[in-house]
Every structure is written in C-alpha cells, then in structure tokens.
C-alpha cells in the first residue's frame, strides 16, 4: 500500500526509484495507520528510507511522522533538514498513533542515566502506553525500553556484536512471528547485550528469537504492545559496510563483520541475504490489530 511521507523527505526520490508507492502530503492527513518514528540515529535520512520500505508492506495506507529530543540535537544531519522534518514531542502529546518506532542510537557505551535525552525518552515511553496502540523497538532503542518499562539492564559486551547472524524462533505461533523461516538471518551491530534469560523470567514478557552466536535478538510484551528487537533486519545491504569503513577510517579497534562480506573479504560486495524475512517481520507488526 501506499505510505505518504512530507514533501521533500529524502526518502522518497530514493524509493520511487525502486517503484514503491511512495506519495508525499502537506495540508492534510490521508486516512491511514499513523506511525511516529523517534530517530535517535546519526544517519537519520537512511534510517527513514530503511523504515518506510518496511511500511510498504502495510494493508492498509501508512502516514509517517518524525520526531526528535530537544534535550539533545543531532551534530550529523543539517538543522534545515531537522526543523522542516522533525517535530519535538510537544508537537505530538496530545495526538494519538497507530504505532511508534524508536530506533537505535550510538550510546551503548554509556549508563541509561548518562544519556542526555534519558528522561525525555522514558517521559516518551510513558505516554506511548496510553497514545500509541503498538511500539516497535531497535537496538539500543530496545534495551532501553526494556529498561524503562521493566527494569531489565543492559550488559557492555568485550567486542562490538558485529555482523548477520541465524537465529532461532522460540514462538513460531506468535503471530508477531508468523511465517518468519526459523534460522532466519538478521544483522547485528551493537556494543551492549541483554541476557535471554532476564527476559525468560520476566512474567509480562515473551522470547521470540535467539541467536547461538548473537545472543537475545526478539521478543514482546504477551498483549504484543511492546516489540523489542535488538538487531536490523530493515538495515540496507551495505549497510554494515558504511559501518566498518567509516570505523576504520576513525582509527577505532573493529572486526570485519561476521558472516556478511563473501569469504570475508570486504572488497566483495555484500548480499542482502535477510531482506524477505525482514520484510515479513515488519509486516506482521505494522499490520498487527490490537
């Protein structure tokens, strides 16, 4: 189906190239699933894209809004680009959605406290739980839900979990988890990790997937309110490049992704060997009626 994003997001020349039913609005608000994406990202112009070519999936039409912190602004994308797309949450207290996302950030390193933004995004999460019918979590942006709703810690891990990794379906009967393959592929790239077995003893909580190398990937609230994914599956092909590139380029200790570059060599194009059951991870959850 159709997904309507502002006139002049990025994102859109980008996917019409790829055909996609990409449609822009500027007055009004088509009828439509309304999802609010909090992008903690530095590359916030390709996580949007990424986003909204899961949303084609949809049913049904999909209205996409951005929103920011204001107790912390991004130094990585231009302030033009953030006050004509990007809304603080004032702008959006008093509205009601379909669904939020909320994406990873590249804070790992620090304690939940230390993190500029921390109390604006649990102030964040707090109100989702009666103006958003479902939350959709990423990486970093899972763990700390994890954190604000249930009390479970995050865990600094030895190396960066780096690379696309199988996973196992712990509930195949999920409808979260509906037609998923079991040893389903998905990228990593973390430097925090949340134990599987916190979440087991969670009574509110369902494991979904698990990895033998990559640890806890997925898992929801049992009313699936609340999704929490610490991987990417909506991440583009080159993505974990870019990363490691840009990781070299800085001078920062990193290994080559896992599992990713053909023999490993990073001067082989990648394949993106995890883009149908990611698109079928998303679909389950945007078109999820609760």
């Known amino acids: 189906m159709a997904v309507f994003v502002p006139d002049g997001l990025l994102a859109v ?7 996609a039913d990409i449609r822009v609005y500027s007055d009004g ?4 699933q309304k999802i609010l994406i909090l992008n903690l990202m530095p590359t916030k112009q390709a996580t949007e894209t990424q986003l909204i070519r899961m949303f084609l999936t949809a049913k049904n039409s999909v209205s996409v809004f951005l929103m920011n912190t204001v107790t912390y602004t991004s130094k990585n994308t231009a302030s033009e680009y953030l006050e004509r797309f990007y809304r603080p949450f004032d702008a959006y207290k008093d509205c009601y959605f379909d669904g939020l996302i909320v994406t990873g950030a590249p804070v790992e390193h620090l304690d939940f ?6 109390n604006e995004l649990c102030g964040i999460f707090a109100w989702a739980e009666t103006h958003v019918k479902k939350i959709y979590t990423i990486c970093w942006g899972a763990q700390a839900a994890l954190n604000c709703y249930f009390g ?10 780096f690379g696309v ?3 196992t379906l712990i509930q195949p009967e999920n409808p979260l988890c509906f037609g998923v393959e079991d040893g389903f592929l998905t990228p990593h790239s973390r430097h925090s990790d949340v134990y599987a077995e916190d979440i087991e ?4 909580l369902d494991l979904l997937a698990v990895s033998d190398e990559a640890g806890f990937l997925w898992a929801a609230t049992k009313d699936r309110k609340i999704t929490f994914m610490t991987g990417h599956p909506e991440y583009d092909a080159e ?3 870019l990363e490691y590139f840009r990781d070299l380029e800085k001078g920062d200790k990193i290994n080559c992704p896992k599992h990713y570059f053909p023999n490993d060599n990073p001067a082989s194009p990648p394949p993106l060997t995890w883009r149908e059951n990611a698109k079928t991870i998303y679909s389950n959850w945007i078109n999820l009626e609760l």
């Open 13 to 19: 020349e980008k996917l019409k190239e790829e055909n």
């Open 152 to 161: 479970i810690n995050k865990h600094p891990l030895p190396e960066k979990m």
């Open 239 to 241: 993505t974990l490049s």
């Open 165 to 167: 990794f199988s996973h």
């Open 201 to 204: 003893k969670c009574v509110d």
């Open 29 to 32: 608000i088509p009828d439509s």
């Open 113 to 118: 406290g230390q993190v500029l933004y921390w």
